[in-house]
T-cell receptor
Framework: AQKVTQAQTEISVVEKEDVTLDCVYE???????LFWYKQPPSGELVFLIR??????QNEISGRYSWNFQKSTSSFNFTITASQVVDSAVYFC???????????FGGGTRLMVKP | DTGVSQDPRHKITKRGQNVTFRCDPI?????LYWYRQTLGQGPEFLTY????????KSRLLSDRFSAERPKGSFSTLEIQRTEQGDSAMYLC??????????FGPGTRLTVL
């Protein structure tokens, strides 16, 4: 069975602080996909990133960066210089070997205060 | 607007009634997914289609839930004999093959 754990249910930071959201996953598949989605107060899930299990390169996109470590089954997400607009619930998800059925973690609510 | 659309956005029904939700995927996307999200939780996978074929339906929550995608375009999710426990946000997503899944705004169901 696949499982995603986001141990941090809620994080509060002050604007401009860096923040890391943790994600730990469990799977028996050798090929799998990892995702991060953002769910702002408006409610619609916004895709942020997808990585496959064979690509362990870290990725940076503007203020966002992702650290994939297969050895620890983790796929952590860092926001640098956080902004109030980053306030949202962030979900980590694990896709099966065909990338179809996503198993989501419970989400981390990030509050960025001015 | 070329994103995933869902209709209705909100549905209030009485226990025991049947409800049907519609999802229109991004036009060139051949895969369509249904998820359910309850308050404070992450989305939970229900079923998915590749074109008109329903390739996974074992995760549908009970035999009261069914989904169709008759022409490989839009899809419907039906819940028969609704129960209060069915109250949730029902999300639809689409993708082009094994690509990132783009989600619609969801249909919020309230069962009284």
């Amino acid at each position: 069975a696949q499982k995603v754990t986001q141990a941090q249910t809620e994080i509060s930071v002050v604007e401009k602080e860096d923040v890391t959201l943790d994600c730990v996953y469990e799977t028996r598949d050798t090929t799998y996909y990892l995702f991060w989605y953002k769910q702002p107060p408006s409610g619609e899930l916004v895709f942020l990133i997808r990585r496959n299990s064979f690509d362990e390169q870290n990725e940076i996109s503007g203020r966002y960066s992702w650290n994939f470590q297969k050895s620890t089954s983790s796929f952590n997400f860092t926001i640098t210089a956080s902004q109030v607009v980053d306030s949202a619930v962030y979900f980590c998800a694990l896709g099966d070997n065909a990338g179809n059925m996503l198993t989501f973690g419970g989400g981390t609510r990030l509050m960025v205060k001015p | 607007d070329t994103g995933v659309s869902q209709d209705p956005r909100h549905k209030i029904t009485k226990r025991g009634q049947n409800v049907t939700f519609r999802c229109d995927p991004i036009s060139e996307h051949n895969r369509l997914y249904w998820y359910r999200q309850t308050l404070g939780q992450g989305p939970e996978f229900l079923t998915y289609f590749q074109n008109e074929a329903q390739l996974e339906k074992s995760r549908l929550l009970s035999d009261r839930f069914s989904a169709e995608r008759p022409k490989g375009s839009f899809s419907t999710l039906e819940i028969q004999r609704t129960e209060q426990g069915d109250s949730a946000m029902y999300l639809c997503a689409s993708s082009l093959g094994v690509g990132e899944q783009f989600f619609g705004p969801g249909t919020r169901l309230t069962v009284l």
